[in-house]
């Protein structure tokens, strides 16, 4: 739950590379094999409904492994070999496009400052280097623009009630020198007034084909006090998180997690134990409210664009 729908099914990929490489498996025969990637796989699901591009790539490989499997002459080694050099290439293909998103924020950001910056931006949960395979969307924008001597600060959320914000994001910013503050999820607006917050840079778990925007709980009242302040409201995510079989952000299916993630902290109760809990991991931040954007591998795109033009 402290990553992101990138991280999900890469790392949720890799691990199973990782069985894989120690033996785990089946060794003998090609169908028990493949059966065992299809259940890993099926579990791998089963942790984020929301994500689109989990659920795409998760087909992908089942395809990848099936064709294989029909491929004459192939053995159960040859077959296993083949899953682990598929799945390693996903991971660098992850860091290549976070890498263009990371530019293409950061250009199309500067071109909307006077003077061309430096600039403070305001960001939500983590997406980062351990929320993808090693750069980051969202906080790749944050890097690229630090890299050019063009960041002012980064205003982190806490990110309740997991805190990937103030555990995660925080961490790796400041690990890499980037000048970082934390800030609790109730004072980004007042920190939009009173910082200078000057654009909004956030992740996303699936676009919808209108281009409204599924993300972690919080991100809605973001736009909604970005479009207030008229600050720019950017969403940073790899294409693959489009849908263009969801018309919009209403039919995108929203997970939602324990109560206890509410009333507990540490295991130390902090609420009534009998007080009834709303707890979902995401909200849905209408196209209109995205005035910077998508920023893609492959450019930053209006929010209604996006998915027609990938």
Same mark, same amino acid.
């Given at each position: 739950q402290v990553r992101g729908a990138p991280a999900i099914a890469l790392l949720g990929c890799l691990s199973l590379a990782v069985e894989l490489a120690g033996g785990a498996g089946p060794s003998e025969d090609l169908g028990a094999l493949e059966e065992f990637v299809r259940q890993k796989l099926e579990f791998l699901l089963s942790a984020r409904p929301t994500a689109a591009n989990l659920g795409r790539e998760a087909e992908r490989l089942r395809a990848f492994v099936r064709q294989r499997v029909e491929t004459p002459g192939v053995t159960p080694q040859q077959l296993r070999e083949s899953i682990i050099e598929y799945i390693e290439g996903l991971l660098e293909k992850d860091r290549r496009d976070n890498r263009n998103i990371g530019a293409h924020g950061a250009s199309d950001i500067l071109g909307r400052v006077p003077g061309g910056g430096p600039v403070t931006l305001l960001t939500h949960c983590n997406t980062g280097t351990l929320a993808t395979a090693g750069y980051g969307t969202a906080l790749g924008v944050v890097r690229a623009l630090h890299q050019r001597g063009s960041l002012s600060r980064?205003?982190? +959320?806490? +990110?309740?009630p997991y805190n990937q914000g103030s555990r995660l994001s925080a961490l790796e910013l400041r690990h890499d020198g980037v000048p970082v503050t934390i800030i609790a999820d109730s004072a980004a607006a007042a920190a939009m007034r009173e910082r200078g917050v000057q $654009? =909004? =840079? =956030? !992740?996303a778990d699936r676009v919808a084909a209108n281009g409204d925007v599924a993300n972690k709980i919080g991100t809605f009242q973001l736009a909604v006090a970005a479009r207030h302040m008229g600050i720019p409201f950017y969403v940073a995510a790899p294409s693959s998180t489009?849908? *263009? +079989? @969801? $018309?919009? !952000?209403? @039919?995108? *299916?929203i997970e939602e997690r324990p109560g206890t993630e509410l009333t507990h902290l540490g295991g130390i109760l902090l609420a009534d134990p009998e007080v009834d809990v709303w707890n979902p991991a995401f909200d849905v931040t209408p196209h209109e409210l995205i005035t910077g954007g998508i920023i893609t591998e492959w450019g930053v795109f209006a929010p209604s664009e996006v998915c027609r033009a990938l």
């Open positions: 980064v205003f982190c +959320t806490e +990110t309740r $654009a =909004v =840079v =956030v !992740g489009c849908d *263009p +079989t @969801l $018309a919009s !952000g209403r @039919l995108i *299916p």
